[in-house]
């Protein structure tokens, strides 16, 4: 097979949750380990960060990864989904996946599937495993896909877990409660491995407190030790300045992050604390090293798509937040963004409860409706009447790339332009992946 049939191959086994929803969604993990026991337990074969949570995950995944190749470990990452190609997911410092590892990996063990009849997700996770098994990573950043509990990736025995925030979100699989949806997340936590809570929740503290406390797994509340603190505020910026504290003392009076999005500030604990303990257990890893990691994250690992400044004049901005806690961010943000006027391109996936996200968007924007390219999009036309419901009116506009150029072109140099909604609708803006982007 080519690398095209091989992709249209794995598509085609039970379809990506992210493209279709539920319906590509299989609870459980029997399917996934009864592959890695016919590859031989690969998921044995190196050490391993395990990454839970509603928002910021793939955010301190990065950054996590980042820190550890700074320090010169080898270091796999496995996140999702992914943005324009299917490699993106599963990357060894920075390096994605060879599109011909990929052929010659499932051609080997087509028959394999044939025979359990695994998902696309399921694949995902083995493939990933064997890659780093195989490849002698000395440490793996594996992101959660969906919850933890059943989550596919929830195989492995890592060094130390991390959750990092929980919110609403796929609450017809995880639950209609922030306890209920925390215990998902909780299940990444094992016997006797240390565990990292990125910030102290009171409506589910008490959640994780009851899932580590009888397995002997240390658990430790990031935001209780760690603060990040924004400095020289210019939401505009490539970068943007944090002074950190630890304990109640400074320890970084001003460190540079290479992720801009205000929200970062409530990750970075949860990552510092990773490491941190990380540290106890024998890495090598310096405060060099974490400073580096820190403001080099997008070149080390790649990382698109949390507010990314894609063009100037007028100043244009995507994200991926797309539900009500990531989306909150967002406007928070852009409330700092100085323009005239504010244009928003928008898209969103059907399977979501939109009242209460479309009532956080400003009124005042004008905004261009749109869909992704993928089955779960919601069409534009329905977008564009639940948003006029919640007071947002603009224009219905299809496509992403037909969507922003509209707004490119109404917008004037004060402007700003702001593209999010879906992490699909990201995917497919033109520019992402421009020099300079």
Not at 103 to 131: H, I, K, N, T
Not at 212 to 224: I, K
């Amino acid at each position: 097979m080519t690398y095209a049939e091989t992709l249209e191959y794995l598509y085609a086994q039970l379809p990506m949750f992210q493209k279709v929803g539920a319906a590509g969604f299989k609870n459980g993990l029997q399917g996934i380990q009864r592959l890695t026991e016919a590859l031989g337990h690969p998921e044995r074969g190196f050490r391993s960060v395990h990454v839970a949570g509603t928002n910021g995950k793939g955010s301190s995944s990065h950054l996590l990864a980042a820190i550890l190749q700074s320090a010169g470990y080898r270091t796999g990452l496995y996140t999702s989904p992914h943005l324009r190609e299917f490699t993106e997911r599963i990357r060894i410092d920075g390096q994605e996946l060879g599109p011909e590892y990929l052929v010659r990996w499932v051609a080997q063990w087509r028959g394999l599937f044939e025979q359990e009849r695994p998902s696309f997700f399921e694949m995902c996770v083995a493939l990933c495993y064997d890659y780093f098994a195989a490849e002698q990573v000395d440490i793996a950043v594996i992101e959660v896909g969906l919850g933890g509990r059943l989550d596919s990736t929830n195989i492995i025995t890592p060094l130390v877990s991390l959750i990092t925030n929980i919110s609403y979100d796929h609450q017809a699989i995880l639950g209609d409660t922030l306890p209920q949806i925390a215990a998902e997340k909780a299940g990444i936590i094992k016997p006797n491995v240390p565990a990292v809570i990125s910030q102290s929740q009171p409506d589910v503290a008490a959640v994780f407190n009851q899932k580590a406390n009888p397995l002997g797994a240390r658990l430790t509340f990031a935001d209780q030790t760690y603060r990040a603190e924004l400095l020289r505020d210019n939401p505009a910026a490539a970068r943007q300045h944090v002074r950190v504290w630890r304990n109640g003392e400074v320890w970084f009076a001003d460190a540079e992050l290479g992720l801009v999005g205000d929200y970062q500030r409530l990750n970075l604990p949860g990552v510092l604390a990773v490491v941190e303990e990380l540290r106890s257990q024998g890495f090598a890893i310096t405060d060099a090293h974490i400073r580096a990691g820190m403001r080099e994250v997008r070149r080390l690992t790649g990382l698109r798509g949390r507010w990314q400044v894609i063009g100037q004049a007028p100043i244009t901005v995507c994200d991926t937040g797309h539900n009500e806690a990531g989306i909150r961010m967002v406007v928070q943000q852009l409330a700092r963004l100085p323009y005239r006027r504010l244009h928003v391109v928008l898209g969103m996936v059907n399977d979501k409860d939109l009242g209460k996200v479309l009532r956080l968007l400003p009124s005042e924007a004008t905004y261009y409706f749109c869909a992704a390219n993928i089955p779960r999009a919601l069409p534009a036309e329905e977008l564009a009447r639940q948003a006029g419901e919640a007071g947002l009116q603009g224009l219905v506009c299809g496509s992403v790339a037909a969507a922003l150029a509209k707004a490119r072109e109404q917008a004037t140099a004060a402007d700003a332009i702001f593209v999010g909604g879906s992490t699909f609708v990201v995917a497919e803006v033109p520019d992402l992946y421009a020099p300079g982007a």
